[in-house]
Nanobody
């Protein structure tokens, strides 16, 4: 069983920064993709950023140039550095670990950006 534990959410003013962290534990298949998704009030969950085992990254257009995803493969952690935050970034952010045929999710951490 894989567990994901997130940390780092909170309240920040527009233009500010936050850093989210996620630690995975358990039996983790090495060929995995880690990343972050978010769900804003009244909206579907959407991809924010992912990073695969080789370090290749993928970002939603809305966060390109502002957010940076990184990982430490040895520690099974993934971070999301969020800069120049906007009120529309307000959402619950979920850590994700994807292996063939299975997705694992964290419990979610709230990010609120005030205008």
């Amino acid at each position: 069983q894989v567990q994901l534990v997130e940390s780092g959410g909170g309240l920040v003013q527009a233009g500010g920064s936050l850093r989210l962290s996620c630690a995975a534990s358990g039996r983790i298949f090495s060929n995995n993709v880690m990343g972050w998704y978010r769900r804003a009030p009244g909206k579907e969950r959407e991809l924010v950023a992912t990073i695969d085992a080789g370090g290749s990254t993928n970002y939603a257009d809305s966060v390109k140039g502002r957010f940076t995803v990184s990982r430490d493969k040895a520690k099974n952690t993934v971070d999301l550095q969020m800069n120049t935050l906007k009120p529309e970034d307000t959402a619950v952010y979920y850590c994700n670990l994807r292996v063939p045929y299975t997705d694992y999710w964290g419990q979610g951490t709230q990010v609120t950006v005030s205008s």
